[in-house]
């Protein structure tokens, strides 16, 4: 993947995945996230918890439910985005 961002051209479009956001990073002193850093950020970011993310989606689902403008709007989005 780091050899695809690299040779990627300006005007080219990225995937906004979690990945790509890790390897796009530059640390403090300006040098590319280590492997092992990415790896570790990954792991943290993704198993931080299930209770958590639970928690999140029963209350974006409750929220969604009980503001029907909202939700048109979400799915009008995803609509966009994803066909």
């Not at 780091?2 to 990073?25: F, V, W």
């Not at 590319?32 to 299930?50: F, K, N």
Request: hydrophobic letters at 35%.
């Amino acid at each position: 993947r780091r050899k695809e961002i690299r040779h990627a051209s300006k005007n080219q479009k990225l995937s906004p995945d979690l990945l790509t956001a890790y390897l796009m990073t530059n640390d403090e002193y300006g040098k590319p996230l280590t492997d092992d850093i990415i790896v570790g950020s990954y792991l943290e970011a993704v198993s931080s918890g299930i209770q958590m993310p639970a928690n999140y989606m029963c209350f974006i689902v409750y929220y969604l439910d009980h503001y029907s403008h909202f939700k048109q709007r979400v799915f009008q989005e995803l609509d966009e985005v994803f066909n």
